[in-house]
C-alpha cells in the first residue's frame, strides 16, 4: 500500500528503463538518475522516494518488456506501466480485476471514489492490516489509483471505464509472460481477439 507517491511516472519510467537497458544494473541507474536530478525533485529525499517507486515497478519488467517499453508508442507504454503497477501492488490488480473489469463487462461503464472505498472496506474483512491505515492515507491512495487509470486512459474525467485497446504486439508481450494479466484491463474476449489479429 505504498503508492500514494506520484502517479504513473511515464515520462520518467521511460528514462529509467532507457538508462537501465544502458547499464545493466538496478543501483546504478538509480544513482545516475539522482547525481543527474532527472525527476527535478526539490529534495534528495524525494529523489530517492520517487527512484525506488518506479524502480519497484519497473522491476517487474523483463529486459524484453522494458526494451517493448522504450520503443512502443504512448498508448501501449502507458498500458505497460499500469501492468508493472498492477504485477507490483496486489491490491490495484485485484482492483482492477474484481471492480474495473467485473463492471466493465457487466455494462456498468462508471467507476467512482465510492466503488473503492467499497472494495477497500471489503479487503480489509480478510486484511486485518487495512483497518490500520488512516484515512487520510486511504483518501490518498484512491486519489493516487484514479490519477494513474486516468493517465493511462482507462477513466475519463467523467468516471466512464474506457476499453483498453491493446495492440497485437502488446497481447504478445503480456501473454508470453501470464496471460492472466490480460485481465487487469477492462475488455471483452472478444475484442481481444479482434486485437491480436
Known sequence: ???????????????????????????????????????????????????????SRLKTL????LGFLVEANRQDQAYLLWLAVCRRYRFIADFAVEVIRERFITLKSDLHPI????????????????????????????????????EVDLLTESHLINAATLSPDLIEAICRTDRREIMYFPLFESNLKEMAR
Not at 502517479?7 to 545516475?32: I, P, V
Not at 480478510?126 to 487509470?149: C, G, N
Open 1 to 55: 500500500m505504498s503508492f500514494t507517491t506520484g502517479g504513473l511516472f511515464h515520462r520518467e519510467s521511460l528514462k529509467f528503463a532507457a538508462l537501465y537497458l544502458d547499464l545493466g544494473e538496478w543501483d546504478a541507474t538509480r544513482e545516475e538518475m539522482i547525481r543527474r536530478n532527472v525527476l527535478q525533485a526539490r529534495t534528495l529525499n524525494t529523489s530517492k522516494r520517487i527512484c525506488r517507486e518506479i524502480i
Open 62 to 65: 523483463s529486459r524484453q518488456e
Open 115 to 150: 466503488d473503492f472505498d467499497a472494495f477497500f472496506n471489503r479487503k480489509s474483512e480478510w486484511h486485518a492490516e487495512l483497518d490500520e491505515i488512516q484515512p487520510s492515507t486511504k483518501s490518498k491512495l484512491r486519489q493516487v489509483l484514479f490519477k494513474m487509470l486516468r
